[in-house]
Nanobody, 116 residues
């Protein structure tokens, strides 16, 4: 059974940093690209960052480029999202996601709130 468990969210002031983690199990993690999405209240889900199976290539939404970094540890089956220079508009629930055989699986999400 595929399982993704996010952690690391919280309340942070503008300009602060957080590192999100997503622990994966139930599938051969090193074989699959991974994604981080976010969804804010009243807004559509946004693809924030993607990373290839080896970690050799990454892509970012324009809104986070230069501030967020996606990485992975294939030995531990964990994907990370390092978030720096956080802004109030980064407030959202953040999810990791994997697509296997045309089916998307995501975790329960972790809340990130950026506020004074």
């Amino acid at each position: 059974q595929v399982r993704l468990v996010e952690s690391g969210g919280g309340l942070v002031q503008p300009g602060g940093s957080l590192r999100l983690s997503c622990a994966a199990s139930g599938f051969p993690f090193p074989n699959y690209p991974m994604n981080w999405y976010r969804q804010a209240p009243g807004k559509e889900r946004e693809l924030v960052a993607t990373i290839t199976s080896t970690g050799g290539n990454t892509n970012y939404a324009d809104s986070v480029k230069g501030r967020f970094t996606i990485s992975r540890d294939n030995a531990k089956s964990i994907v990370y999202l390092q978030m720096n220079s956080l802004k109030p508009e980064d407030t959202a629930v953040y999810y990791c996601q994997v697509r296997r055989y045309g089916t998307d699986t995501r975790g329960q999400g972790t809340q990130v709130t950026v506020s004074v």
